[in-house]
């Protein structure tokens, strides 16, 4: 039979932290031997492994116990006594300057058929489907192709490419009530038959959020650094590199967005009469898809 281990010391160290942190006095090993009843060299291991993130070392032998230590549960504290030595993720902070959002509005009666066509946007080889739907030839106006580049290569590269650009999105829904006729006054409004659709709605929208970041100016931020921007060293030449490789970016970003990304949503949600795509980026767009009426399609000969 297992032995259920014994986090009695360990409890007392937490214990030990929390008020210390309260106090703000600085503390000694003989200190925290005395509060737990750890040996010399235990506590210095600890100090050094399990208990850095919560602990400042101020002198040899010396330390303060960080306020960080009142935000820990206790039993999330003893599982670095059992599993780990870091209870909080370690990260390096990246700074992308230049990006486009997108915003889908669209009334929202099918969000499973919208979940299922953003959810096939995260496979390159759907990706590479629709690209070869669109034509090696219109790919290549925005990406040149290799030398000795096929047409399947070609295809294949600017899947990985949108795949890169394309890592996610999140849907809102927010109340609405919107015009469903061409607008009139408030008697003709009244007047409209019961079984005709009314002149004003309720309806949920669903918003669809893409972050299309540029990868062109990402800079590793330095460590402790309170500056959260990109620095080009005042290097004209530089800044107008870095700006055209933005520039060539987001136009490749933008085309494939609207390309693969919108058209996949609006072919499978093109029952809706409006579909809106709100753009925020280096200028603030809305783009409309308006479902044509059978009387138009019937009087356009492309149709």
């Known amino acids: 039979m297992l032995r259920r281990p014994d986090y009695t010391q360990v409890w007392l160290s937490y214990d030990f932290l929390i008020e210390q942190a309260k106090s703000g006095r600085a503390f000694t090993v003989p200190d925290l031997m005395k509060a737990t009843g750890w040996s010399r060299d235990n506590c210095r291991t600890n100090l050094s492994k399990r208990m850095s993130e919560f602990v400042e070392r101020l002198r040899p032998g010396t330390y303060r116990a960080l306020p960080i230590i009142n935000r820990v549960r ?3 504290y003893a599982r670095l006594f059992s599993q780990k030595n870091l209870l909080f993720g370690v990260y390096d902070l990246w700074l992308y300057p230049d990006l486009v959002i997108y915003d889908f509005l669209m ?20 990706i590479a489907q629709r690209l070869r739907e669109i034509g090696p030839e219109r790919i290549r106006r925005r990406f ?6 096929t047409d399947d290569e070609l295809v294949g590269r600017v899947a990985r490419l949108a795949g890169e ?3 996610g999105y999140s849907i809102s829904h927010v109340n609405g009530r919107f015009r469903m006729h061409e607008p009139m006054d408030a008697k003709a ?10 002149y004003l709605a309720d309806e949920t929208t669903a918003v669809v959020r893409f972050i299309m970041r540029c990868s062109a100016t990402a800079c590793k931020q330095p460590p402790e650094s309170d500056q959260l921007d990109l620095d080009l060293e005042d290097d004209p030449d530089m800044e107008a590199q870095a700006q055209a ?7 490749r970003t933008q085309w494939l ?7 996949s949503v609006v072919m499978t949600v093109n029952y809706e009469e409006e579909i809106w795509l709100l753009e925020q980026g280096p200028h603030m767009r809305l783009w409309v898809w308006k479902r044509r009426s059978p009387d138009a399609e019937a009087d356009d000969p492309t149709a």
């Open 245 to 251: 490789a933005v520039e060539q970016e987001r136009k």
């Open 257 to 263: 967005f609207r390309q693969v990304f919108a058209e």
């Open 144 to 149: 040149l192709a290799q030398e000795h580049e």
């Open 107 to 126: 009334p929202l009666t099918r969000e499973d058929r919208l979940r299922e066509s953003l959810d096939r946007l995260f496979y390159t080889d759907r």
């Open 165 to 167: 650009a394309f890592v």
């Open 74 to 76: 206790k039993a999330d």
């Open 189 to 198: 409004a009244a007047a409209i038959a019961h079984n005709e659709q009314g």
